[in-house]
Each structure stands twice: as C-alpha cells, then as structure tokens.
C-alpha cells in the first residue's frame, strides 16, 4: 500500500517487534567491534542511516547526509566538477553558492530565465522556488535541455522541501538541501543533505565525505529526523499561514511573492511542478527604516535570517550582501495561530508606513 507524506514521514524508523516509536537513540561510538553494520565513526552510523534512509526515500534517491547545506553544496561541486568546468547558476538563488563557485566558471541567470544554451555546461544547478526572490523554473523542461547537452542537473530544493518538490521525478539528477530550515524545523540545529538517483554518484560523495572528514553529528541527525514526523504538519500550518497573509498584505506592500497564491506570477509553474507550498514569502518595505519599525512594533516577528521554524521571523536580505532593494523581507511564516499572527502583522505594517 502507498501511504500519504503524513504517514511516511511519520512511519519513518525501524519497525519490528521491541523497536522504539521514538527516532533510536543517537548516541553512537567511534569504534566498534568488527562484523555489524558499523565500523568507525567517520563513515557511517546509525542515526545517519536512519535519516538518510527517510530523505531519499521522500526524494526518490540515495540521500548522503552533511553537516550543513552549505556542506551539502560543496561536497557536489568537488565531486562532479574540475576547475575551468562551466556551471550554471542561479543569479538570485542562495548568495553563498555563488560565492563557493567562483573558482568555476560561472554562468548566472536569473531563476524565471530566460536561459542560455547548455552547450559546454558541465552542472547546472537551479533553486526553485528561489531564495529569498521566490522566482520559479521549469524543472522538467530546463533538464531536458540540459541533459541534451551532456549536462548534469541539480536542484536546490531548501525552499520547497522534500515534501513540497521531488525534482529527481521532474527529471533532475541532483537534490542538495539545507536541512536546517523546514525540514528539522526547530531553528536548533545546522544540517544539509544531498540526494542522487545514480547510485555510483552516491558512493562517490560519501567517499568524498569520508575523506575530507566534515561529517554532520549522529545527534544532529537525530534531531532532524524527529522534527521530520511533523513536516507535514508544520508545512500545513505554515502555508495556511502564508496565504493569509498574502491575502492582509496585497495592495499594502510592494513586491509581494508567495508562489502558492494564483495571483502570483510563478503560481501556474510552481503548481504545475510542486506538490504543495510553504510559509516563505517575501515583499518590500520602502526603507530600512521601515524595516526596523516593523519588527519593533511586531511581538510575534522575530528579526532573524534562516526559514522554516515554528516561529515567525523576517530577514532583511540586503543586509547580508543579497544583490535586492534595501527594503526586501524574506518572511518565514511560523506555526502560531493564524488570526494571530495576521493581526500582528498588520499592526506592525501600520508602524512601518507611519499610518497610526
Ligand atoms: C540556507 C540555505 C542554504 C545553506 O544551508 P546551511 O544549512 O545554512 O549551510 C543553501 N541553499 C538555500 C536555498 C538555503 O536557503
């Protein structure tokens, strides 16, 4: 029988007889006498197993897990790229992977495109929705493109999650994600994965793990594999969230985005190619001033960067060297009431544009 994403992620550890309903212990050893599953510490334990095992499985692939997104993301472009190989980028997407890519050579374009041949591209790697623009592409059709091309495809998929877009099934090779956001979901720990449908790709990037030592915690691993039981029930609050105040907020700030709302210009693409939406939004204030009385007057928002926690927070991109206007808010709608939060909101935006 094939089960919905609430019981999958749900149903996601051991289940024989004696087994615990919790996520096993994530105590592991270093060492252990030879002849089990384990060896030494660096190349393997339980609890990444575990959450290896429940990624690729919502993914579609063999997941290897990371110390963080950025981990994930680096560990890729080592091992599938040479220094001169091409890569496609994008332009709006996550501003340290430009950064980490820049001993390639880089070609930028923005998520919505239009995009150039792949003649010559070693990786293309999309982010879709794209962070923090939330611009989306057509998966399916960009790695047709590509692939024609002799390219590889790979897909950042942190702002979706693993519940909300499986590009191996759209026809991308690559998923790489940051884990700390939606997926623990707790704002407590750092954590990425990359999933891959080729499973030689796969040893590869755990050799590559293995031998470069930057190796996520068993406990970190853990922590995330119990925040993923309620994804599925976070992500429902959260876009519930979302839509509402897409709804208070339209014709009150400029630059609104949230692709779950059939007004949004990528809506008929990401409703196409996602398999539902998320609490991350994002629009414009017309100043940092604006910005900084929003948050004084909000008591729910939380000034932070990162998404996808039970807490409502808005990150200010411009200040962490994102190419956007000064006033452009990431905001990552939280778990708390509705009513409440759209309250609050809106109270804090009459602060914000001086209306009271
Ligand atoms: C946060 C983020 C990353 C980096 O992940 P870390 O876990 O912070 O290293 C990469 N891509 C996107 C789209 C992100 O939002």
New binding site residues.
Partial sequence: MTFGDGTRVVHTGPSGPGSSLGVPSPVAASTYRLGGPDTYGRPHNASWRALEEALGSLDGGECVLFP??????SCLLRTVLSTGDRLVLPSD??F??RQLAASYEVVEVPTAGPYPSFDGVRLVLL?SP??PGLDVCDIAALAEAAHAAGALVAV?N??ATPLGQRPLELGADVV??????AVAGHSDV???HVTVRDPELAARLRDERTLTGAIPGPFEAWLAHRGLGTLDLRLARQAANANALYDALQGKVAGLRWPGASADPAHLLAAKQMRRFNGVLTFELPSVAAVDAFLAASELVAAAT??GGLHSSLDRRAQWGDPVPEGLCRFSAGCEDTADLVADVLCALSHALGLD
Avoid: R
């Fill in positions: 963080s997104g950025m981990a994930a993301i997407g996550y340290l992977t982010e794209s962070n950042d942190t702002t790489v994600a940051s884990d700390t956001k750092v954590l990425g990162s998404f």
